[in-house]
Nanobody, 126 residues
Framework: QVQLVESGGGLVQAGGSLRLSCTAS????????MGWFRQAPGKAREFVAA????????YYAASAKGRFTISRDNAKNTLFLQMISLKPEDTAVYYC???????????????????WGQGTQVTVSS
């Protein structure tokens, strides 16, 4: 089993940047496929970005493409989400998720992931 802890959220003005981190426990982080999701108030949780075990393949939701970058440091058991040009509609709780033995595939639905962090709040003011 793996435990995930997100950090890096906060309040930022529109057009600003934030980098979220997700630190994983356990010794097999490098075998996990990873993803970021977000949930805005009153809305369903939605996919943001996905990354394979190596970090070599990525996939983004249309809303994130060109502004967000997902990456990982397997030596530090950490997943990142670099966000630039933030908009008020990016305001949400951001969650990282992990899938063991993910291989080379990219996973974009919540049911694909077995492990979730507690979330970190991102608020973008206009």
């Amino acid at each position: 089993q793996v435990q995930l802890v997100e950090s890096g959220g906060g309040l930022v003005q529109a057009g600003g940047s934030l980098r979220l981190s997700c630190t994983a426990s356990g010794r097999t982080f490098s075998t996990y496929a990873m993803g970021w999701f977000r949930q805005a108030p009153g809305k369903a949780r939605e996919f943001v970005a996905a990354l394979d075990w190596s970090g070599g393949s990525t996939y983004y939701a249309a809303s994130a493409k060109g502004r967000f970058t997902i990456s990982r440091d397997n030596a530090k058991n950490t997943l990142f989400l670099q966000m630039i040009s933030l908009k008020p509609e990016d305001t949400a709780v951001y969650y990282c998720a992990a899938r063991d033995l993910g291989g080379w595939r990219l996973y974009t639905t919540q049911d694909d992931y077995a492990y979730w962090g507690q979330g970190t709040q991102v608020t973008v003011s206009s």
